[in-house]
């Protein structure tokens, strides 16, 4: 039972833990003959990597991504690619306060009903450093979708920080790296600083929501029923650490539509090509990309790591009460960026494997 992979013909297999000697994945089906480097890789860890400013854990890791096999002379061979990233800056003494007691929020709880052992620092194969990984996974896979679908674009960016929405009306792409929040609103980054201030020093923490885009992804990726391209993009979003709700397009606020609001209404363009009115959809109809933005919105808890006194249990069920020392992100969805745009981009590389593979190209033509 492959319990730590995801992908079909693209897969990952993601392993370590947050405070052992090293953590990274194992990527099989990656097609030969694509140009990628540790430099490569690297440009999309530092973008994930802790420590970068005061709004995420000070932990200090650098990230430095090796690839031990499956590329020789600078281009993939077909065969397995194994990546590994060194832990360099654990401090497991932190958390020796709560090997006998369960966080409250934590996984803590249940990983030790199911195995009867648990890896207390940090949270082990529980904790969000896992995502390290994926990220490096998901460079990869950007290579080689850069070599296959040249015209793709991913972009992830944080669209409500607590109660605090972004406002639409001054969505601005261009801002989106100029913040720490990854937010495409300049007022919001101002307003969302000094919210955080204040939980980040009172030792609390609070939750978010974040928006990834895919744009220029052909249509015809995905399939009925139990292969939907959709199906695969929400499990890939849930799967990441402190996700609790994953939307597609419209989402749930679909419910508040009536059919005639919410039907993106068909046209032919001037290129021959259908064109839609609006994208409830978020790009995906039947389990099959339209050819549309895909637009995929999820919801992350706040981190439950924080300096709040809590009240909890410990291994032999007697009552106590636990805070969390350590170094922890007062919002864990200002790194859940990277990490989403690194899911998309496997899924979508893996979906266009697949349907290479059964159609090859898109069959039904119109006009």
Not at 229 to 252: F, H, P, Q, R
Not at 275 to 304: E, M
Not at 316 to 329: C, M, N, P, Q, S
Request: net charge negative; proline share 5%; charged share 20%.
């Amino acid at each position: 039972m492959s319990i730590n992979s995801f992908g079909h013909l693209f897969r990952v297999t993601t392993w370590g833990e947050s405070h052992g000697p090293a953590l990274g994945a194992t990527v099989d089906g990656c097609p030969p003959g694509v140009p990628i480097d540790e430099a490569g890789l690297q440009h999309w860890l530092d973008r994930r990597k802790p420590g970068q400013n005061k709004y995420t854990t000070q932990r200090r890791e650098p990230d430095q991504v090796r690839i031990l096999s499956g590329v020789f002379e600078g281009q993939t061979t077909g065969t397995p690619i194994q990546l590994m990233i060194e832990n360099t800056d654990q401090r497991s003494k932190d958390y020796s306060d709560i090997k006998d007691k369960f966080r409250p929020g934590h996984a803590d709880i249940t990983y030790w009903q199911k195995y009867g052992i648990r890896d207390y620092r940090g949270g082990g194969r529980s904790s969000a450093r896992e995502t390290a990984a994926r990220v490096a996974a998901g460079g990869l896979a950007r290579a080689v979708l850069a070599t296959l679908l040249p015209e793709l674009r991913i972009t992830g960016y944080m669209v409500q920080i607590g109660p605090h929405r972004i406002d639409r009306a001054r969505f601005d792409a261009a801002q989106i790296e100029e913040n720490p929040f990854w937010v495409p609103d300049a007022q919001a980054a101002t307003d969302w600083a000094e919210y955080l201030d204040g939980l980040r020093k009172s030792g609390n923490s609070v939750g978010a929501m974040i928006e990834v885009t895919a744009s220029g992804l052909p249509a015809g990726l995905g399939a009925p029923v139990y292969g939907k391209l959709d199906t695969d993009l929400a499990s890939a979003m849930m799967s990441i650490n402190a996700v609790k709700g994953v939307e597609i397009g419209e989402g749930m606020a679909a419910a508040e539509l009536t059919g005639e609001a919410n039907a993106d209404e068909i046209f032919m363009g001037e290129d021959g090509n259908p064109v839609y009115s609006s994208n409830h959809a978020g790009g995906i109809l039947g389990g099959i990309s339209t050819g549309q933005d895909i637009i995929v919105r999820f919801a992350v808890k706040p981190t439950s790591s924080i300096l709040k006194p809590r009240q909890t249990i410990t291994r032999a069920g007697e009552a106590t009460e636990i805070i969390t020392k350590g170094r922890h992100d007062p919002c864990v969805g200002i790194r859940a960026v990277p990490v989403a745009e690194a899911m998309m981009a496997c899924v979508l590389l893996d979906h266009y494997l697949l349907h290479r593979g059964q159609i090859g190209h898109n069959r039904g033509a119109i006009g």
